[in-house]
């Protein structure tokens, strides 16, 4: 597509709950990221993929996140027994295999935990 | 570990020129970036710079790299209203890895 496509804009769950968090990524791009972003605050990074493989999971917060990328393209971050801490706009960015490391960003899913 | 560090907010009148500050900690660092945040949107690059370069030139873009004393600056001439949003700074230290953000500059333009 010519963008990132991120699916569902908005999540709201309740505590303990499962979800699951989509990414499509632009076509032809080799790695993907994800990074959360709190109220007031810049993006953290959480994971990124080249290809298939996780690259560096370095910032996933706990063993309730765990993010996949089976095929190479779309990725889905999956949290659970969901807590209100996990609230946050979660960000998903891609670039190409060459270059500048620059990365396009999607709008974001926004979670709420209550 | 890698840290980035910016002002927090920023107030000028339209017209003016803007200059928005950062420093950062990994010497290693390869490329620094300026992405933009407008309310509700996701996050777009404005530009980006070679960490072997002093100066980068983008229109009313300006952005200057102190290497030794790691601090980056975006200038932005003759700002507009449309410019009022978020600005962060980011990091990478090799081709590929992680970029590091800042927790972002509130631009205000005034009228």
């Known amino acids: 597509g010519a963008g990132v496509s991120q699916t569902p804009s908005n999540k709201v769950t309740e505590k303990g709950k499962y979800v699951e968090l989509r990414c499509d990524p632009i076509s032809g791009h080799t790695a993907l990221y994800w990074y959360r972003q709190s109220l007031g605050q810049g993006p953290e990074f959480l994971i990124y993929?080249?290809?298939?493989?996780?690259?560096?999971d370095s910032g996933l917060p706990n063993d309730r996140f765990f993010a996949v990328r089976p095929e190479g393209s779309v990725s889905t971050l999956k949290i659970q027994r969901t807590e209100r801490g996990d609230s946050a706009v979660y960000l998903c960015?891609?670039?190409?295999?060459?270059?500048?490391?620059?990365?396009?960003f999607g709008a974001g899913s926004r979670l709420t935990v209550l | 570990g890698e840290d980035v560090e910016q002002s927090l907010f920023l107030s000028v009148r339209e017209g003016d020129s803007s200059v928005i500050n950062c420093t950062y900690t990994?010497?290693?660092?390869?490329?620094l970036y300026w992405y933009k945040q407008e309310p509700g949107a996701g996050l777009q690059l404005l530009t980006y710079i070679f960490s072997n370069m002093d100066m980068k030139q983008d229109q009313r873009l300006t952005v200057l790299l102190n290497k030794k004393d790691k601090h980056l600056s975006l200038r932005i001439a003759d700002t507009q209203t449309g410019d009022s949003a978020i600005y962060f700074c980011a990091e990478s230290n090799n081709q590929g890895g992680k970029l590091i953000f800042g927790q972002g500059t509130e631009l205000s333009v005034k009228p």
């Open positions: 960015a891609s670039r190409t295999a060459s270059g500048a490391n620059v990365l396009t």
């Open positions: 990994d010497s290693s660092s390869t490329y």
């Open positions: 993929f080249q290809g298939t493989g996780a690259a560096d």
